[in-house]
C-alpha cells in the first residue's frame, strides 16, 4: 500500500536554530508531494508542494523542502526558527491516477523555545 | 482571502443517531473532500467528490456515509448510525482544479468539526 512515514513524532529547537522534519514516501511512479501545517483551531494550511518541476521546492515562511527521489525523502527544513513556526506539520503524498486521495503521515509537532 | 468554513465546530451525539457535518467549499472550486482523524491517528481520506458525484471512495467510507451537495454552497457529509468509532475530527477540503493540473493543484483545508458520539 502507499504511505508516508514522518520519521519524528516530536521535534523541539531553540529559536534561531535549524528546523529539520523528516519524511518518506513508498516509491511509486509520478508522486505530488505536500507539507501542510496545522496551528491549533485552524484548518490544515499547504507550506508547499512538489508536482515534478524543480526538486527544491520554497514555500511559505522560508520553508523549504528537497524531493530526492533516490532516498524517496522530502524533508522540511527552514534555517532559523521562529517562535510562530510552533504548529504540527503533515507531510502528504499524492499518487497518479488518484482522485485526490491523499495520503498523509502521522504528523511532526514542532516546539520552538525561546 | 476565500476560506473553507465548516458548521459546527464541534457535534455531540448519541450512538446510532444520524449526523450531518456541513461545509462550505471556496465558491468557484469544483472538486470536494471530506477526511478524518480519529485522536492519536493519521488524517485519513474518505471521499472525493466532482461533477455532482463520488469519484473516489475509501474503505472506511462505507454505506453508513454519504455526501451530497444539495446547493451552489454547501458540501455535507452524513452518518446515518453513528458509532462510537466514528469519534473524530473531520475535514472538509475543496479544490479548484484536478490532480491532472500538476504544479497548481491544492486542495485547502476547512478547520475541522469535532464529532464525539457518546
Known amino acids: 500500500a502507499q504511505s508516508v512515514t514522518q520519521l519524528d513524532s516530536h521535534v523541539s529547537v531553540s529559536e534561531g536554530t535549524p528546523v529539520l522534519l523528516r519524511c518518506n514516501y513508498s516509491s511509486s511512479y509520478s508522486p505530488s508531494l505536500f507539507w501542510y501545517v496545522q496551528h491549533p483551531n485552524k484548518g490544515l494550511q499547504l507550506l508547499l508542494k512538489y508536482t515534478s518541476a524543480a526538486t527544491l521546492v520554497k514555500g511559505i515562511n522560508g520553508f523549504e523542502a528537497e524531493f530526492k527521489k533516490s532516498e524517496t525523502s522530502f524533508h522540511l527544513t527552514k534555517p532559523s526558527a521562529h517562535m510562530s513556526d510552533a504548529a504540527e506539520y503533515f507531510c502528504v503524498v499524492v499518487y497518479g491516477g488518484s482522485q485526490g486521495n491523499l495520503i498523509f503521515g502521522k504528523g511532526t509537532k514542532l516546539s520552538v523555545k525561546p | 482571502e476565500p476560506e473553507v468554513t465548516q458548521t459546527p465546530s464541534h457535534q455531540v451525539t448519541q450512538m446510532g443517531q444520524e449526523v450531518i457535518l456541513r461545509c462550505v467549499p471556496i465558491s468557484n472550486h469544483l472538486y470536494f473532500y471530506w477526511y478524518r482523524q480519529i485522536l492519536g491517528q493519521k488524517v485519513e481520506f474518505l471521499v472525493s467528490?466532482?461533477?455532482?458525484?463520488?469519484?473516489?471512495k475509501s474503505e472506511i467510507f462505507d454505506d453508513q456515509f454519504s455526501v451530497e451537495r444539495p446547493d451552489g454552497s454547501n458540501f455535507t457529509l452524513k452518518i446515518r448510525s453513528t458509532k462510537l468509532e466514528d469519534s473524530a475530527m473531520y475535514f472538509c477540503?475543496?479544490?479548484?482544479?484536478?490532480?491532472?493540473?500538476?504544479?497548481?493543484?491544492?486542495?485547502?483545508f476547512g478547520p475541522g468539526t469535532r464529532l464525539t458520539v457518546l
Open positions: 467528490f466532482y461533477n455532482n458525484e463520488i469519484s473516489e
Open positions: 477540503a475543496s479544490s479548484e482544479t484536478g490532480l491532472t493540473s500538476g504544479s497548481t493543484y491544492e486542495q485547502f
